[in-house]
């Protein structure tokens, strides 16, 4: 898939976190992920992210930027 362009891109990511209160745990994002319909290849990030609790939408950007 092509960085930057729908499916995972940064703010694709972003906009399925939506509702989330930091410091947040793993499972709460993957909670507002479902929540907010979340396609698979965003849902398979998020369960695979290393971390139990991030601080802020930038960690989970962080992780997302050295997975990709």
């Not at 499916?7 to 906009?15: F, H, M």
């Not at 930091?22 to 507002?32: F, M, R």
């Not at 398979?44 to 939408?57: A, C, K, S, T, V």
Request: hydrophobic share 30%.
């Amino acid at each position: 898939m092509t960085r930057g362009v729908g499916g995972e891109s940064p703010s694709n990511v972003q906009k399925h976190l939506e509702g989330v209160s930091y410091p947040a745990t793993k499972e709460d994002i993957l909670e507002a992920a479902k929540r907010n319909n979340a396609p698979r290849e965003i849902m398979d990030f998020l369960e695979n992210m290393g971390r139990e609790e991030y601080g802020g939408p930038q960690d989970v950007m962080k992780e997302y930027g050295d997975a990709h």
